[in-house]
């Protein structure tokens, strides 16, 4: 089956990798992990509708990950002849061994290593048609895009024009395959096909204004159908008209493509050398409620098909569902095996690999429940439930304190009233703090974008801060 993809990794480099392993132990290595990456690329991009560049581009790595004489490094070659990565890895132990000693590396135990990434299909992502794809049918998907001699001309239909346009196709194949001196194998195959647009349009008063919109799948059908031209030039005009609105207390929905990006600093505060180095605003919360009862977030790595899945750590642990907080109470702390061993805890995870918010209507909102499917509501179901606030759609600059928490961002949104939107605003801020902003969540929906491995979907947050 592996025959039909043809940037795959092959049988041959497989042997290396593992031939490499004794190569390691015999330089004098008391125990080494080797990860192969294989990697390719193919970019078209346009410029205003026309073909700016075509690039492809093509990576192999071996990295090794050495333990010798209780210490540790790490040491990457694309060298893939086994004379060379001999001599290689004889070099690499010399210098492992001048390093200082460090007690806590050490491989995971081979009982919580991964025993299913075999094939590296196990979790639905590759497409084995990757190779299939002309290059005439990726330049089309690329120009299927664009919409520039559409909209760049005058109109009397509308009070602006589009006067620039990057658009870009990319297909990407990626390939990867661990193993150490436990002989434990780990191995995923990707294909990916993507293609985005980047907008520019000016008024008739000469103000610019920028939409960005992109789709992504496994294989090529949803992108040969994408509507990300016409989607990013609309998102760019939704912006004409845009005040500087009052500064003060508002709720607050945030689009879901953009509400991963409040969840990061959480996720960061979790992690387990933040906590142990005393710079997280999580630091001892342990089976604590911290946030909202609403705020349910679980880590689901093995959902079949779904963008970030994936069977194995990145030094071979097995990934496993977990829950992260519960009903607001911190139910983990990421711990990777160096971590485990440094702070006398039980390793958990490296970190979040496909975090998913779960769905939540506060009862302060459900009171004004207008039978909504709580099966199936986001952005617009969430607006007419919070009824007036802020519609954040986009953040620009600012920044999270990930010892405190506290926070400052710039925004682009709308403001809306009785749940429909009113009007762009600009030049406002947020600011607040981690703790406080997700203990006030007002709602998550069910509508996070496929593509992203942080599954997230539109928020509401109740009196959040904006300033002019």
Same mark, same amino acid.
């Given at each position: 089956?592996?025959?039909?993809?043809?940037? $795959? $990794?092959?049988?041959?480099?497989?042997? !290396?990798?593992?031939?490499?392993?004794?190569?390691?132990?015999?330089?004098?290595?008391?125990?080494?992990?080797?990860?192969? %990456?294989?990697?390719?690329?193919?970019?078209?991009?346009?410029?205003?509708?026309?073909? &700016?560049?075509?690039?492809?581009?093509?990576? =192999?790595?071996?990295?090794? =990950?050495?333990?010798?004489?209780?210490?540790?490094?790490?040491?990457?070659?694309?060298?893939?002849?086994?004379?060379?990565?001999?001599?290689?890895?004889?070099?690499?132990?010399?210098?492992?061994? !001048? @390093?200082?000693?460090?007690?806590?590396?050490?491989?995971?135990?081979?009982?919580?290593?991964?025993?299913?990434?075999?094939?590296?299909?196990?979790?639905?992502?590759?497409?084995? *048609?990757?190779?299939?794809?002309?290059?005439? #049918?990726?330049?089309?998907?690329?120009?299927? +895009?664009?919409?520039?001699?559409?909209?760049?001309?005058?109109?009397?239909?509308?009070?602006?024009?589009?006067?620039?346009?990057?658009?870009?196709?990319?297909?990407?194949?990626? &390939?990867?395959? @661990?193993?150490?001196?436990?002989?434990?194998?780990?191995?995923?195959?990707?294909?990916?096909? #993507?293609?985005?647009?980047? +907008?520019?349009?000016?008024?008739?008063?000469?103000?610019?204004?920028?939409? !960005?919109?992109?789709?992504?799948?496994?294989?090529?059908?949803?992108?040969?159908?994408? %509507?990300?031209?016409?989607?990013?030039?609309?998102?760019?005009?939704?912006?004409? *008209?845009?005040?500087?609105? #009052?500064?003060?207390?508002?709720?607050?929905?945030?689009?879901?493509?953009?509400?991963?990006?409040?969840?990061?600093?959480?996720?960061?505060?979790?992690?387990?050398?933040?906590?142990?180095?005393?710079?997280?605003?999580?630091?001892?919360? @342990?089976?604590?409620?911290?946030?909202?009862? *609403?705020?349910?977030?679980?880590?689901?790595?093995?959902?079949?098909?779904?963008?970030?899945?994936?069977?194995?750590?990145?030094?071979?642990?097995?990934?496993?569902? =977990?829950?992260?907080?519960?009903?607001?109470?911190?139910?983990?702390?990421?711990?990777?095996?160096?971590?485990?061993?440094?702070?006398?805890?039980?390793?958990?995870?490296?970190?979040?690999?496909?975090?998913?918010? /779960?769905?939540?209507?506060?009862?302060?909102?459900?009171? *004004?429940?207008?039978?909504?499917? @709580?099966?199936?509501?986001?952005?617009?179901?969430?607006?007419?439930?919070?009824?007036?606030? +802020?519609?954040?759609? %986009?953040?620009?600059?600012?920044?999270?304190?990930?010892?405190?928490?506290?926070?400052?961002?710039?925004?682009?949104?709308?403001?809306?009233?009785?749940?429909?939107?009113?009007?762009?605003?600009?030049?406002? /801020?947020?600011?607040?703090?981690?703790?406080?902003?997700?203990?006030?969540?007002?709602?998550?929906?069910?509508?996070?974008?496929?593509?992203?491995?942080?599954?997230?979907?539109?928020?509401?947050?109740?009196?959040?801060?904006?300033?002019?």
């Amino acid at each position: 089956m592996h025959n039909e993809l043809k940037f $795959i $990794i092959s049988e041959e480099e497989k042997a !290396l990798a593992d031939k490499s392993i004794d190569l390691a132990l015999e330089a004098g290595a008391s125990a080494v992990q080797v990860t192969l %990456d294989k990697a390719r690329t193919e970019i078209y991009a346009l410029l205003d509708g026309e073909i &700016d560049n075509i690039r492809q581009t093509g990576d =192999r790595a071996l990295t090794f =990950r050495i333990f010798a004489d209780g210490r540790y490094g790490v040491f990457s070659t694309n060298r893939l002849e086994e004379n060379s990565i001999r001599d290689f890895l004889v070099k690499a132990v010399e210098n492992v061994r !001048l @390093l200082a000693p460090d007690k806590f590396r050490r491989l995971p135990d081979t009982a919580d290593t991964a025993k299913d990434a075999v094939t590296g299909e196990e979790m639905g992502l590759c497409w084995h *048609g990757y190779d299939t794809v002309t290059p005439e #049918e990726k330049l089309r998907m690329a120009k299927n +895009v664009s919409v520039f001699g559409e909209f760049s001309g005058e109109s009397s239909d509308r009070a602006w024009r589009l006067v620039s346009e990057e658009v870009e196709y990319n297909n990407t194949l990626t &390939d990867t395959y @661990l193993t150490n001196s436990d002989r434990i194998h780990c191995r995923q195959i990707e294909t990916s096909f #993507e293609v985005c647009s980047n +907008v520019t349009i000016e008024d008739r008063e000469g103000n610019k204004y920028s939409g !960005l919109w992109w789709d992504y799948s496994i294989s090529p059908e949803k992108v040969m159908n994408s %509507d990300c031209g016409h989607k990013a030039v609309m998102q760019a005009a939704s912006q004409i *008209g845009q005040v500087n609105a #009052e500064g003060g207390k508002y709720r607050m929905v945030v689009s879901n493509r953009i509400s991963g990006r409040l969840l990061q600093p959480v996720l960061n505060a979790l992690a387990g050398r933040a906590i142990q180095q005393n710079s997280s605003f999580l630091t001892d919360t @342990l089976e604590t409620k911290v946030f909202s009862d *609403g705020l349910n977030i679980v880590d689901r790595p093995r959902e079949k098909g779904k963008c970030g899945s994936i069977l194995f750590e990145g030094d071979g642990r097995a990934c496993l569902d =977990r829950d992260i907080i519960t009903n607001g109470v911190v139910k983990e702390y990421f711990i990777n095996t160096y971590m485990s061993g440094k702070m006398n805890m039980p390793a958990t995870s490296e970190n979040a690999i496909r975090p998913v918010v /779960l769905p939540y209507i506060s009862k302060c909102l459900a009171e *004004g429940d207008k039978g909504i499917d @709580l099966n199936h509501f986001g952005e617009k179901e969430i607006l007419g439930l919070c009824g007036s606030g +802020v519609l954040v759609t %986009d953040l620009n600059g600012g920044n999270c304190n990930a010892a405190t928490g506290d926070f400052s961002y710039g925004i682009e949104g709308f403001m809306f009233e009785e749940g429909k939107i009113a009007g762009p605003v600009s030049g406002m /801020l947020i600011t607040g703090n981690m703790r406080e902003l997700w203990g006030n969540l007002l709602a998550a929906g069910t509508d996070p974008m496929d593509g992203f491995s942080r599954q997230v979907p539109t928020l509401a947050f109740e009196n959040v801060d904006f300033s002019a």
